[in-house]
């Protein structure tokens, strides 16, 4: 079957013309789930549902959905709601074509997880170099106030919600939960200490939920057609879909949806058109640039977060990256660590300088200046900065690192017994900073 | 100094927030602060926004100075920003931010002499699978080559929009978020209240424990 003609949940109706208009969203289908939800259910049913569902967070941790919501005490009011639309993880590329193409399947999504625990004023996290996303988003939540979807007494029903669509200001940390409700208030995007956990104390001190796009984006579909629906796909234990971003030396990159259990290599191969130019594969990212990297005997990993996890990394937003023979691993290391060094921010010294300090040892190593050693100095430094940060972004920084040299140790190494004008050797970049 | 318009945009925002948050809004009216300035931001509208939001000075320079896209230094009327993080440059980045340097004739981080133009070399902006891709004011541009490269820069130099811009007009490097409905052309015509109103249902009493 051509992927096309496969069955999807989020992507069904994504290539529909004009789908992101509130008409031919309902045309499809849209908005039955919220009024199914308001008309027959009471919020714990739509709650107990996507429990049921087994639909784990999509943002990179994987809680399970039901659970966070579950979390948020009954009795604290006001509750809110954030949506975690800061999409920034290197790799990562499936947030921002679900907001462009169909955003009233996150905003349905959306107001159904408003309903669910009870809040009355909802909040978009968006990324702010999503300039068409926000006035996609922001033309979307028109059409359904005007539709009676949001706002006073929806649908009749006696159910408020205010939402307002916040934009950031180029910050990946902003991403991490706790840094994007202090953004959220106003303040430089810095993570708090958990506990206290969002759900008890997070927006404004209130309980607070903060949910992914494409979290959100499964709801419509797990209301509409029950938990049982949605567990036909994947693994007891991470059931559903997942939008699989493909990028970097693959044929044809992009979102693919594919049911949890799907292989790497199939999603490489027969999805994404394998490698350019009938190259061999030398590894990949698997769940974007955080996640530990593999070598290719881990292309029949099915792509599901307990799988990925017992083979060594991490499912993260399921945005692999791929690169073929050629590349230069080095090369990559420090360009990655570059945007971790440029992303920390600051609060804490192992992150903060430790970041500075491992993009210099790459830099001398790309340059040919390495010294004996290098790969040990390195991931000792790494191992110094994982774990002993506040928020992850330290681990995620020495991700790369530690992964790379695990799997690549010998190319580390080579920069410097054997430089690579020696080497066959396509340069990453040509130009240096 | 910051123009009626301004204020009354940044005051429009700040009531989308709950009561007693509206220092929620200073991301969004620093946005509109380097609209209203030129591009970038002076030291001057920090401190107005400071005033219109009834924050400390110092809490804004602190805000403005932690994220990438308030430029404290003024910029070109065009902000050129080629995605350099790993992704892209598997795909590229690296030889399409070279063929920008030598199209505009600076380096990366410098303004053109007509101020025209600044290039920057930017983190992961979620379109790895369109790559080498830029954004250049308001507008993502994908799967870039050079003479799609030299379209853009030529259409920008007379003031038009690129035919394949996202957007249909030119917003320079405005944040939409700094913009009124009708600025940024949302409308809501000929879209009705749903008819079919459902009642809701009495829930059953919860069956005694």
Known sequence: ?????????????????????????????????????????????????????????????????????????????????????????????????????????????????????????????????????????????????????????????????????????????????????????????????????????????????????????NVPFIINNGADAFRQWGPERSPGMKIVSISGHVNNPGNYELPMGTTFRDAIYNYAGGIRGGKEIKGFYPGGSSTPVFSPDKLDTPIDFDSVSAAGSLLGTAALCVFDEDTDIVAVTHRLLKFYKHESCGKCTPCRE??????????????????????????????????????????AAATPVRSGIANFREDFEKRITNPPDKQIFIPLEKIGH | MLSDQAVSRIEAIAAQYPKGRSKSAVVPALYVAQRDSGGWLPREAMDEVAEVLELPASHVYGVASFYSMFYRTPVGKNVVQVCGTSPCRLRGAGEMIECLEKKLGIKTGETTADGEFTLMEVECLAACDKAPMAQINADYYENLDEAKVDEILDALRKGEVPSFAEFDRYFGNAHPVTMTDEELGISVEGIQRAENVVVKKQPEPAAAE
């Open chain 1, 354 to 395: 430790g970041n500075d300090w491992l993009v210099a040892i790459l830099e001398r190593l790309k340059y040919n200046q390495g010294r004996d050693g290098d790969a040990d100095v390195l991931v000792d430094m790494a191992n110094n900065i994982a774990g002993r940060s506040f928020c992850p972004l330290g681990d």
């Open chain 1, 1 to 217: 079957m051509a992927y096309e003609d496969e069955p999807k949940i989020i992507h069904q109706h994504i290539n529909v013309p004009d789908i992101k208009k509130v008409g031919v969203y309902e045309e499809h289908g849209g908005y039955t789930a919220l009024r199914k939800a308001l008309g027959e259910m009471r919020p714990e049913d739509v709650l107990n549902e996507v429990k049921n569902s087994g639909l784990r967070g999509r943002g990179g941790a994987g809680f399970p959905t039901g659970m966070k919501w579950s979390f948020m005490p009954k009795d604290v009011r006001p509750s809110y709601l954030v949506c975690n639309a800061d999409e920034s993880e290197p790799g990562t590329f499936s947030n921002r074509e679900i907001i462009l193409k169909n955003p009233h399947i996150l905003l349905e999504g959306f107001i159904l997880g408003c309903y669910a625990i009870g809040c009355e004023h909802g909040f978009f996290y968006l990324r702010g170099e999503f300039f068409k996303g926000y006035a996609v988003l922001r033309q979307a939540l028109a059409e359904a106030k005007a539709r009676g979807y949001v706002g006073k007494n929806i649908l009749g029903t006696g159910v408020n919600l205010d939402i307002t669509i916040h934009v950031g200001a180029g910050a990946y940390i902003c991403g991490e939960e706790t840094a994007l409700l202090s953004s959220l208030e106003g303040d430089r995007g810095q993570p708090r200490l958990k506990p206290p956990f969002p759900a008890v104390a997070g927006l404004y001190a209130k309980p607070t939920s903060v949910n992914n796009v494409e979290t959100l984006a």
